[in-house]
């Protein structure tokens, strides 16, 4: 995938989010179940929430004293995020040129949202700005969806059908998921063995990798 064909995919993307803000509020109350992988984030340490959209994460996370700090691409969920948490910062921002100075956080937690990144310069760039802002040492625990399940396999097929006939711009492994039968949002179908070669290349270590039914789990390090 060419560099204008993925940012105008990404424009779309943050138009999307924009577009479906309030409906997703609506739909996502409930917290993941990440309540292990929240134990990495200790006393004092400053925590970026990289993509945290209405901010549902720092339920999991507000009973620890760190200093959290979320960032979307979404101006309208931030928004949101802001209302609901007036004490917390949250920032309009893109994981592609991160507002921050380097070695600014202890960890950085990035969950669903990395499936939505087209072409692999953009995500090694998202890497690179992730090990950038961290300290040395410091950890990303990543999650992105395991779409290689039944349900969406016709789509798959779909989109790798067009791409053998010359007709998608798209790489291997993209499709577009419907939501709510009103938008078409981009995702990458990763396998972990692509997501552990994205994070060596932008230089970060692997401490764990987990390949589950629903989430591919990378837990990288600063090294």
């Known amino acids: 995938m ?17 577009n479906i803000a309030e409906k997703f509020e609506l739909t996502r109350h409930r917290v993941w179940d990440l309540e292990p992988l ?14 945290c959209g209405n901010g549902r994460l720092y339920e999991i996370l507000k009973n620890k004293e760190i200093e959290y700090t979320g ?12 209302a609901k948490y007036p004490k917390i910062e949250f920032l309009v921002g893109d994981g592609i040129e991160l507002p921050f100075r380097d070695y600014s956080f202890d960890i950085v937690y990035s969950v669903a949202v990395f499936h939505h990144l087209p072409s692999k310069t953009l995500r090694v760039q998202f890497l690179k700005e992730v090990k950038r802002v961290l300290k040395k040492d410091g950890k990303i625990i990543l999650i992105v969806w395991n779409l290689w399940q039944r349900k969406y396999f016709k789509l798959l097929v779909k989109s790798s059908l067009l791409k053998v006939l010359h007709k998608s711009k798209l790489d291997w492994g993209d ?27 932008a230089g970060l270590s692997i401490e764990k990798s987990k390949s589950q039914k629903r989430n591919i789990l990378i837990i990288g390090k600063n090294i």
């Open 175 to 201: 499709l577009y998921i419907p939501w709510q039968n009103q938008y078409q949002r981009y995702h990458h179908a990763f396998t972990k063995k692509e997501l552990k070669k994205l994070f060596i290349k």
């Open 38 to 51: 929240a134990d990495y984030a200790k006393s004092g340490m400053k925590t970026l929430d990289l993509g």
């Open 71 to 82: 960032v979307d691409i979404s101006e309208n969920l931030i928004n949101i995020a802001r």
């Open 2 to 18: 060419n560099i204008e064909t993925a940012k105008n995919i990404l424009n779309d993307n943050k138009n999307t989010w924009n």
